[in-house]
T-cell receptor, first 109, second 114 residues
Framework: EDQVTQSPEALRLQEGESSSLNCSYT??????LFWYRQDPGKGPEFLFT???AGEEKEKERLKATLTKKESFLHITAPKPEDSATYLC??????????FGTGTRLQVTL | KAGVTQTPRYLIKTRGQQVTLSCSPI?????VSWYQQTPGQGLQFLFE???????NKGNFPGRFSGRQFSNSRSEMNVSTLELGDSALYLC?????????????FGPGTRLTVT
């Protein structure tokens, strides 16, 4: 059975204080690893897809990386508007998304 | 381009009743997946539909069912509601079937069972 573990559960940063969120996974035949952002009361918003170890993708202050066992979401110089829950999910040969429980990020002034 | 829409946004039902939720995918997207999100279990996959056929199903009881219409719109039904069915139900659409394709989520339907 595919499994995703995200850490930390919650993270509080000051504006401009860079950090990384971790997503460890076990999956049968990785077909893709996904990062989503979810704001309270809303559906998840797609951020990145990574398909193979060594792959990296960037979007504004966010950068996602992938190894054979984990993925990192690096946040550089975060702003208060980056506050949200960040979800990681994997797709394996079972062809369904398995989500982690997320990291709640709060960025303060 | 309009995003995924879900109706209704909020529902309150009583134990034992049944409920139907609706999802309209992004124009051109033919695959629709449904998820249940709760504080304790997080996001869990319910099922996926493509071309009016269920392609995949998660580990939920038979009380949870769904269907897809020829215009790709989808509905999910929960019968004999239980308190534990209270959750945010999310619909996601993608261009092609299979979880390896990017899925775009709607705002969800918040179901409360009393």
């Amino acid at each position: 059975e595919d499994q995703v573990t995200q850490s930390p559960e919650a993270l509080r940063l000051q504006e401009g204080e860079s950090s990384s969120l971790n997503c460890s996974y076990t999956v049968s035949g990785l077909r893709g690893l996904f990062w989503y952002r979810q704001d309270p009361g809303k559906g998840p918003e797609f951020l990145f897809t990574l398909y193979s170890a060594g792959e990296e993708k960037e979007k504004e202050r966010l950068k996602a990386t992938l190894t054979k066992k984990e993925s990192f979401l690096h946040i550089t110089a975060p702003k208060p508007e980056d506050s949200a829950t960040y979800l990681c999910a994997v797709a394996g040969t079972a062809s369904k998304l398995t989500f982690g429980t997320g990291t709640r990020l709060q960025v303060t002034l | 381009k309009a995003g995924v829409t879900q109706t209704p946004r909020y529902l309150i039902k009583t134990r034992g009743q049944q409920v139907t939720l609706s999802c309209s995918p992004i124009s051109g997207h033919r695959s629709v997946s449904w998820y249940q999100q709760t504080p304790g279990q997080g996001l869990q996959f319910l099922f996926e539909y493509f071309s009016e056929t269920q392609r995949n199903k998660g580990n939920f009881p038979g009380r949870f069912s769904g269907r897809q219409f020829s215009n790709s719109r989808s509905e999910m039904n929960v019968s004999t509601l239980e308190l534990g069915d209270s959750a945010l139900y999310l619909c996601a659409s993608s261009l092609a079937p299979g979880a390896e394709h990017e899925q775009y989520f709607g705002p969800g339907t918040r179901l409360t069972v009393t």
